[in-house]
Antibody
Framework: EVQLVESGGGWVQPGGSLRLSCAAS????????MSWVRQAPGKGLEWVSA????????YYADSVKGRFTISRDNSKNTLSLQMDSLRGEDTAIYFC??????????????WGPGTLVTVSS | DIQMTQSPSSLSASVGDRVTITCRAS??????LSWFQHKPGNAPKLLIY???SLQSGVPSRFSGSGSGTDFTLTVTSLQPEDSATYYC?????????FGGGTKVEIK
């Protein structure tokens, strides 16, 4: 059974940093691209970033480019999102999602439950 | 970037009604279109992928159609548990944009 579990969310001041992790199990992690998707309070879903199965290529939404870094450790079946220079508008629930192809994107069948990030002074 | 315009933004319908949600891409995305159901506190749930393929386990009252730039999600007989927000998403090219969402309320 595919399982994705995010961690690392919490409260941080504007300008601060936070690192999210997504622990994956139940599938050959290195064979699939992975994405981060977020939902700000009262807003819709927003795709944030994606990474290929091998980790060699990364993709970002314009809203986070230059501030967020996606990475993966295929030996530990872990996806990460390093978030720097955080802003109030980054406050959201962050979900990791598994793609159905090694490169983005096919479709997102499996999602984690999400982790809440709050950016506030 | 490809933009996704979803309509309506909300609707209210009765149990048993047929409901249609549309999604329009700013340029052709072939059939690289997914539909999700999202309820508060839960992860989004994949309903339809590749524009018209029903995800395993999803009730057959849900269906998707379209290709190119115009797509439709149809619920043939709305049920109380279908109260949720529905999103389309294009997976043709990054950024993998979602539509703005359609909030479905049961009268």
């Amino acid at each position: 059974e595919v399982q994705l579990v995010e961690s690392g969310g919490g409260w941080v001041q504007p300008g601060g940093s936070l690192r999210l992790s997504c622990a994956a199990s139940g599938f050959m992690f290195s064979s699939y691209a992975m994405s981060w998707v977020r939902q700000a309070p009262g807003k819709g879903l927003e795709w944030v970033s994606a990474i290929t199965g091998g980790g060699g290529s990364t993709y970002y939404a314009d809203s986070v480019k230059g501030r967020f870094t996606i990475s993966r450790d295929n030996s530990k079946n872990t996806l990460s999102l390093q978030m720097d220079s955080l802003r109030g508008e980054d406050t959201a629930i962050y979900f990791c999602a598994k793609d159905e192809h090694t490169i983005p994107a096919e479709y997102f069948q499996h999602w984690g439950p999400g982790t809440l990030v709050t950016v506030s002074s | 970037d490809i933009q996704m315009t979803q309509s309506p933004s909300s609707l209210s319908a009765s149990v048993g009604d047929r409901v249609t949600i549309t999604c329009r891409a700013s340029e052709s995305i072939s059939s690289y279109l997914s539909w999700f159901q999202h309820k508060p506190g839960n992860a989004p749930k994949l309903l339809i992928y590749a524009a018209s393929s029903l995800q395993s386990g999803v009730p057959s009252r849900f269906s998707g159609s379209g290709s190119g730039t115009d797509f439709t999600l149809t619920v043939t007989s709305l049920q109380p548990e279908d109260s949720a927000t529905y999103y389309c998403q294009q997976t043709y090219s990054t950024p993998l944009i979602f539509g703005g969402g359609t909030k479905v309320e049961i009268k």
